[in-house]
């Protein structure tokens, strides 16, 4: 990062706002600072580092999960309230992301801006429904899902506060990624919410890393939507999901087999909902 | 700019460039027990443990240690006497051309602190970021295990 | 530990490593960490195109920048010819490199080199040097590279020792023994396979890197991160026109090779640097210059066919070999032999057996030396072709390699026929325990119960299989080692050699040869190792060769040292040289009484007669006795994603006498999971433009703690009587495991013969598919 001149840690929100609004594109933020490390093109001059906003808490309010933006992916995975968030699909998911060596670095918000396309942490936080707060001179809020929309702009804006909503009883999740080595991005991964009361409701499926960032697939969620989860109408929604992704051919993965994997992804997460469900 | 790092125990204030890791900052400084294996956190060989949590150093910004606690592997031996981790290691036969030692070894310290009794599976995944070539990490598990069991029994013994 | 070492009392022991305490505490041993005052820093210029010409080269830019002491293109180095491969004088590979060339022949090549003051300013320096490239046609595979009219990728007219280079053929090999062709026609059951292995890197986790300076004398030093420091040595001398005896090189400890530092890669540039600029300089590769422009395996196509009588005797065995060598033609000829010679003699019971082959140029990344050697990519067709065979002919895999392998005392007409390239040497096997290499693996992983039975636990099949092998130890009647002991006044030793110790632990075990003989624990010898002006001869680490080898050199100079000893005490103990004994750090008559070898030295180097005790001995071996090995390896092979899972893995190795188990096993456990990366995930992906798309540990897959399978490793004992305290060799072996034996186990679960490696769950999946269908 040779042309880095000046690396601020400014101790207010306020501060980081203006720091990070005075210099526009030539600044960066820095949570854990491993994406500003790899990726930050010549042009940053500027780095704004967020620790001393001390975004660090973790709590449940009336069973939503709400996440400071500073937390690091191990101390979210060390949370005992994070691991009784929706029987603990949080902590299965961060298990599979990167290495504890990165994990102890990365932060929740430095996660999210990222937009990795393969990000785990995206896949499962959309289909969590997660809600981002943003901070660029005043609070706003909004979906991930939205906030992934405009990702463009993604950094012009302090992300503080992450929240899981709360969820209805019989509500479960699950998550699957496939990797090559244990070590490694998924070439496709996969992340499931659906309330199951006999039949399936308010289902949330993603796929991320196909290669694209992580989406609803819709037409699986309405292929499951009102059904039991019987093995005929998870056979039948993996089908579907095979057929519908956005698959495309990048180095660690063809389209094709991303289209396999989609399928498997379905079917693991769904026969997981359903075995718990019976247990 | 100036940062100050507590290194070992000791406390120093150096001049860096605001872009810098504490990879090369360490190891200007003299650390060489700081390996570089590909400088894009994907080998662990440059692990050290920053406010006691084992880090890659080639991707932690040396500014935002600023302030922060720092072990490497020089600062594990009193003289002779070998830390139990490193004990562990040269018993077992772990280690082979040693590039990866001193990360492996400072990722372990980081586990048995706060892990004294672990499984095998959780020496796995807390290891899991530290690669290496030469060994097929067999020998490695298993000073893992030894070192749980010196510490254990209090020792730190050559 | 083993029967034979048990009457050994250093041999046979598990004892800590000499260098051990240094590395576990971090003290700066390694290349880089030698920091000297106004150290330059060399970053290279790399070719974007696969293959073309360069028209013109304008440095004034980057020479002009300020820090920049140096900037080194071909019109102002040294235009000498070479080759980069460490191997012996003359080397058995062509000399078509140059330190630079006004023509590249693949994306990486060298194109200029700058030495700056930091690194950023040299790699800020390398994007203000303007390059003019006329972009010639590129050669993309080896099949393009026979063709005719492909283009010539060495159109050079100064470059001796390739086989044809207006077809770009590196080098041809063909030997035969009896008539393959009747053998055929004479067999009852024939198979064939051709199989074709990738691109690969070896990932030493410390890249390729080298600290020159001048010494007060002017000489040039090279303290790098090499196999080879003798080769070095020479070829560098060559390459920049200087003499040999005003270089030297040191070895000090290096994270790892593999066989890509048996390449003299990037010294000579460091070196010119130094001589031009006066000043220290250092150049260390990226992660992402290991893949493009260190050195690869060598991509192979290798077709075996085999014929048998119906009683499992193998009639006729070929093997056919394509190799695709790179841009330059390091390793081609010698990798391209190794393929038949270390494996076609393990299967000696058939009268005929044909082995031919090329290696090939192609505009792509330069294979080299690999851990296995072709070897590696030999046995993956022959030991899948020996499984169909068993089915044929309705026998156990393993009856069928027991009807067909070498044996103790036996020997196979390819040893003389074919060896590094050229003719080989004949030998007999003097130590083979690969029938109970056989017997226990086969029992540890439970063959009889789980063979055909295809387990099935969920979408998991599982299955088992096997393979066997041999490899060698050490070149016969070319590689040299040498050591010198010289003997202090306190009973300690100077134990110099030139072999080289790479992360493999061979400072310790030849040190405990050394210590056995002379009667004294390990922690009595000092050892040096790998300076070419301090240490003796030897040709480097490879072909397995050091604990053989260059062992037998250090128990030689060990004797001729005991010897003197024995002449120095034997007047202190009234009784006759011939009757005394060296044990316990002493010297016994046969009554019992005893003197020091501290008195005895002391008196040798004050007081009576005085010389300084020791010696200097050689060794250059006449065989190359094979370790043998039997892998077993149940796999779960999911039917839903393709993705295999090794549940366990069996290796038992006959490797002679363990001088060190510890070291023994962790050559094996190392071999053996960079065989199963080989075997599964690791794949260098090439562009259509012969670029490397993965060129980093993010997206080229190697094992982690996560991904190995339980494995048992287990050392089975043989005596080897031409080898130092019985010992062969077990560096390499290890690594030609995982593709065969993991192949034949899928085939066990699911049917399915797979002929391309790595066996991705993707590509498994498929061959399920197609197989289906």
Not at chain 3, 9 to 30: M, Y
Not at chain 3, 54 to 64: K, Y
Not at chain 3, 96 to 106: P, Y
Not at chain 3, 233 to 259: C, E, H, N, S, W
Request: proline share 5%.
């Amino acid at each position: 990062m040779t042309n880095v001149q000046t690396y601020h840690r400014p101790s207010s929100l306020k501060d980081a706002w203006s720091l990070l609004s005075e210099k526009g594109k030539s600044a960066k933020l820095v949570g854990g600072g491993i994406d500003v490390a790899l990726f930050a093109p010549p042009e940053v001059t500027t780095l704004i580092d967020l620790t001393e906003l001390s975004q660090r808490s973790i709590e449940l309010r009336e069973g939503a999960l709400v996440l400071g933006a500073g937390v690091t992916l191990t101390e979210m995975l060390e949370s005992d309230v994070v691991a009784d968030y929706l029987n603990g699909i949080v902590v299965h998911m961060l298990r599979q992301v990167a290495s504890p060596l990165l994990r102890n670095v990365a932060t929740l918000g430095g996660t999210l801006a990222s937009t990795h396309p393969w990000s785990d942490v995206i896949t499962l936080f959309l289909a969590l429904d997660a809600r981002v707060t943003q901070y660029a001179g005043e609070e706003r809020t909004s979906s991930l899902a939205d906030l992934l929309e405009r990702r463009g702009t993604m950094d012009r804006a302090i992300i503080t506060e992450v929240v899981l909503p709360a969820v209805a009883t019989g509500t479960y999740a699950s998550y699957e990624g496939f990797v090559r080595t244990e070590f490694d991005i998924a070439m496709l991964n996969c992340a499931c919410r659906l309330t199951l009361n006999g039949s399936c409701s308010d289902v949330h499926i993603v796929f991320g890393g196909t290669p694209d960032i992580g989406h609803r697939a819709v037409a699986v969620e309405d292929a499951l939507a009102g059904k039991t989860l019987s093995s005929e109408a998870i056979d039948a929604a993996a089908v579907i999901a095979s057929e519908s992704i956005p698959a495309r051919d990048d180095v660690r993965a063809s389209a094709d087999y991303r289209r396999v994997l989609a399928g498997a992804g379905v079917r693991r997460c769904c026969q997981r909902i359903a075995q718990r469900v019976g247990e | 700019m100036t940062i100050t790092l507590t290194i070992n125990g000791l406390e120093k204030t150096f001049e860096i460039d605001p872009g810098e890791k504490l990879l090369e900052v360490l190891r200007r400084e003299g650390y060489m027990s700081v390996k570089k294996g590909c400088g894009t956190g994907d080998c662990g060989a440059c692990a050290i443990l920053f406010n006691g949590r084992s880090v890659n150093s080639c991707l932690v910004f040396a500014a935002k240690a600023d302030g922060g606690e720092i072990l490497t592997v020089e600062g594990l031996a009193t003289g002779e006497i070998l830390h139990p981790v490193q004990t562990a290691f040269l018993a077992e036969g772990a280690v082979q051309c040693g590039y990866c030692t001193p990360g492996m070894v400072m990722t372990t310290v980081d586990l048995l602190t706060r892990n004294p009794d672990p499984t095998e599976s959780e020496i796995r995944e807390a290891l899991s970021g530290n690669l290496c070539r030469c060994t097929g990490y067999v020998k490695q598990v298993r000073a893992v295990q030894r070192a749980a069991e010196l510490m254990k029994d209090g020792g730190s013994h050559v | 530990m083993s029967n034979q070492a048990k009457k050994f009392a250093t041999v046979g022991k598990s004892l800590r490593k000499v260098d051990g305490f240094a590395l576990v505490t971090g003290k700066p041993e390694f290349v880089a960490d030698l920091q000297l005052p106004d150290t330059l820093h060399i970053k290279i210029l790399g070719s974007p195109y696969a293959h073309a010409r360069i028209t013109s080269i304008d440095v004034s830019a980057a020479e002009a920048m300020p820090g920049v002491a140096c900037v080194l293109t071909h019109h102002n180095t040294p235009p000498h010819r070479h080759t980069t491969a460490g191997q012996g004088y003359p080397e058995p590979s062509p000399y078509d490199s140059r330190m630079f060339e006004n023509k590249v022949r693949f994306v990486g090549d060298r194109v200029a080199a700058v030495a700056a003051e930091t690194e950023a300013l040299a790699e800020a320096a390398l994007k203000l040097i303007r390059v003019q490239y006329e972009e010639l046609p590129a050669v993309l595979s080896m099949d393009e590279a026979r063709r005719d009219g492909a283009p010539v990728i060495h159109d050079e007219t100064d470059s001796p020792g390739i086989y044809d280079a207006s077809r770009n053929i590196v080098a041809d090999v063909d030997i035969d023994v009896g008539d393959v062709k009747k053998g055929f026609e004479e067999s009852d059951e024939i198979v064939e396979f051709t199989c074709e292995t990738q691109y690969a890197q070896h990932t030493p986790i410390e890249t390729h890197v080298v600290m020159s300076y001048l010494d007060s004398a002017h000489r040039l030093v090279l303290r790098t991160s090499t196999q080879v420091p003798f080769h070095v040595r020479r070829i560098v001398a060559q390459t920049l026109g200087i003499p040999m005896q005003q270089i030297r090189v040191i070895k000090p400890r290096i994270g790892g090779g593999f066989g890509t530092k048996q390449e003299v890669l990037i010294e000579d540039l460091a070196g010119l640097v130094s001589l031009r600029t006066g000043r220290p300089a250092l150049l260390s590769l990226t992660r992402r210059e290991e893949f493009d422009a260190s050195r690869t395996r060598h991509p192979m196509r290798v077709r075996v066919k085999l014929g048998a009588k119906k009683d499992g005797r193998l009639h006729a065995i070929e093997m056919e070999a394509t190799s695709n060598t790179g841009a330059y033609g390091s390793h081609g000829l010698t990798v391209l032999a190794n393929t038949g010679s270390k494996t076609l003699p393990l299967y000696n019971k058939a009268p005929n057996a044909h082995f031919y082959g090329q290696a090939v140029y192609t505009n792509l990344p330069v294979g080299g030396a690999y851990r296995g050697y072709g070897a590696t990519q030999g046995y993956f067709p022959l030991e899948m072709a020996m499984d169909e065979m068993a089915e044929r002919l309705g026998l156990d895999p393993i009856e069928l390699r027991r009807i067909n392998h070498i044996q103790l005392g036996e020997t196979s007409p390819i040893f003389e026929k074919l060896g590094e390239g050229r003719e080989g040497v004949s030998q007999t096997m003097k130590s083979c325990e690969l029938p109970r290499c056989i017997d226990i693996g086969a029992e540890r992983i439970g063959w009889t119960k789980k063979r055909g039975k295809r387990l099935k636990v969920g979408s998991w099949v599982h299955g088992v299989g096997m393979s066997i092998m041999m490899q060698g130890s050490g070149i016969p009647e070319i590689d040299m080692a040498a050591a010198t002991i010289k003997m202090n006044e306190d009973g300690s030793f100077n134990l110099l050699m030139g072999a080289t110790d790479l992360g493999t632990g061979s400072d310790t075990i030849l040190a405990q040869i050394a210590a056995e003989v002379l009667g004294v624990p390990l922690t009595k010898m000092i050892v040096t190792s790998s300076d070419t002006d301090l240490t003796p001869f030897d040709v480097g680490a490879y072909a397995s060769s050091t604990t053989y080898v260059s062992g037998m050199a250090v128990q030689r100079t060990a004797e001729k040292v005991r010897d003197q000893i024995f002449g120095v005490a034997a007047p202190m103990l009234d009784v006759s040289a011939g009757e005394l004994t060296l044990h316990d750090d002493a010297v016994f008559a046969p009554s019992g009484q005893s003197v020091g070898l501290d008195r005895v030295c002391q008196r040798a180097t004050y007081e009576t007669d005085q010389f300084q005790i020791g010696a200097t001995a050689s060794c250059v071996p006449h065989e190359s006795p094979a370790p043998f090995l039997a892998n077993f390896a149940e796999v779960a092979v999911n039917t839903e994603t393709g993705k295999v899972k090794i549940v366990h893995y069996v290796a038992a190795v006959d490797c002679g006498v363990a001088i060190n188990p510890h070291m023994a096993e962790g050559q094996m456990e190392g071999a053996i999971v960079n065989g199963i990366g080989y075997a599964l995930t690791e794949e260098m992906i090439l562009s259509s433009k012969g670029r490397v798309r993965n060129p980093s540990l993010f997206d080229y897959k190697i094992p982690g703690m996560l991904d190995i399978p339980p494995m048992d490793i287990i050392l089975v004992e043989s005596y080897e009587p031409t080898g130092p305290m019985g010992a062969k060799s077990v560096g390499e072996i290890g690594i030609n495991g995982p593709i065969p034996t993991i192949a034949n186990a899928i085939y066990d679960a699911v049917g399915i013969r797979l002929t391309e490696t790595p066996f991705t769950p993707e590509r498994v999946l498929k061959a399920i598919k197609t197989a289906a269908e």
